[in-house]
């Protein structure tokens, strides 16, 4: 199917799956249902038996076919999503063809002439449903509305009715397209609000993870991820090391430049500690204030004290470029490390990390301090 094929993200064409599974329960056998209401008094089984049968036999198979196969997981790709959605059109849109031959057959054929008025209210009831339940692609739901709709207002002059049957069935016709139409934007609408409605949950479960500033994680989610490192390297034999970096004399670059020059360090901070530590695992974060922190799951504590270098030598080599020009600025460097048997936790991992963080305070800044005492 060619129709509406734009581009649609994932979570919209999710909800447009699960809202079609929902449409498609019970539709199948009322189909069904309206071919036995309407072969029964025409005495199909005598006059037609077999193509009866065939009918029967087509509707029922299509009303299994609206239950296989199982939509995709909701995360599923895109393409999958909307194979799945096609497939269950080519159902519906056969369907919808099936009654429209079935009314053709009764209006044209003179042993169905008992079961015409049974034929049109069927018609009438199946057109109507479809405008409401199935419009959530317009251009498919009046090819499907034409398919069964279409044979009545078209045929029916041929078939001695009176005119103001037929002009009665024409306007009706008019009211099918606009409950469609309607139908079909306020589906849209319901979209549009579970877009926004899942973007702002996105945007918050983003927050309570990320720095907003630096784009870092933020205590909170750093905390929770060491928990699960330290876990992870306890089941694999492996050392967990943690930095605890703080900005040396930041007070003054706010001081001096204010605090927006202050914002845009911390920012380039963080993109310098993106270029130093690249190692598969590592958690970069926002402590709070000028202090970062840094997890180096399967480093000793020596190999983290290397890394930790690099970055201090690199802040000390390359200064920080703001708009009011390069930044010369050094960092205190906190070295700790939990070796594979330590019965330590997190917060020890931590607090090792911050007191060699302050000694190297002490000693004078733009250093890197180790703290053995967790190792």
């Known amino acids: 199917m060619s129709e509406d094929t734009s581009p649609v993200h994932a979570p919209r064409l999710a909800r447009e799956v699960a809202d079609t599974r929902q449409r498609l329960v019970t539709g199948g056998l009322f189909y069904l249902l309206g071919w036995v209401v309407v072969a029964a008094p025409s005495d199909v089984a005598q006059s037609h038996a077999v193509a009866g049968a065939l009918v029967g036999l087509a509707f029922l198979l299509l009303a299994v076919l609206r239950f296989w196969p199982r939509p995709p997981a909701e995360d599923a790709p895109a393409d999958k999503l909307q194979a799945w959605l096609d497939t269950r059109w080519w159902v519906v849109l056969a369907t919808a063809a099936l009654w429209g031959g079935v009314l053709s057959w009764t209006l044209l054929d003179p042993h169905m002439a008992p079961g015409r008025t049974a034929a049109l209210l069927c018609t009438i009831a199946f057109a109507t449903a479809f405008a409401h339940n199935y419009s959530l692609r317009l251009g498919r739901a009046a090819l499907g509305i034409g398919l069964i709709y279409a044979p009545a207002p078209i045929l029916m002059p041929y078939t001695g009715e009176s005119l103001s049957v037929v002009v009665t069935l024409g306007v009706y016709t008019v009211y099918l397209g606009l409950v469609m139409v309607r139908s079909y934007r306020e589906y849209q609408g319901q979209l549009d609000l579970y877009d926004r409605v899942r973007s702002q949950r996105d945007e ?128 205190s460097i906190g070295v700790a490390s939990l070796a594979p048997g330590s019965s330590a936790e997190g917060t020890d991992l931590y607090r090792a990390a911050d007191r060699a963080m302050y000694q190297a305070k002490t000693d004078g800044r733009n250093r890197v301090r180790i703290d053995l005492g967790t190792a």
């Open 204 to 331: 918050f479960e983003t927050l309570s993870r990320v720095d907003p500033l630096t784009g870092l994680a933020n205590r909170r989610y750093f905390s929770g991820a060491m928990d699960h490192l330290l876990a992870g390297c306890r089941m694999h034999q492996q050392p967990l090391a943690m930095l605890v970096m703080d900005l040396d004399h930041f007070k003054y670059v706010n001081d001096e430049f204010g605090h927006d020059a202050g914002d845009v360090c911390l920012a380039r901070f963080a993109d310098r500690m993106r270029e130093v530590f690249t190692a598969p695992g590592v958690h970069l974060a926002r402590l709070g204030g000028e202090e970062f922190g840094v997890l180096l799951p399967g480093l000793d504590v020596r190999a983290a004290a290397e890394a930790a270098e690099r970055m201090r030598a690199s802040l000390e080599l390359h200064p920080l470029q703001l708009r009011e020009g390069p930044l010369s600025i050094t960092v």
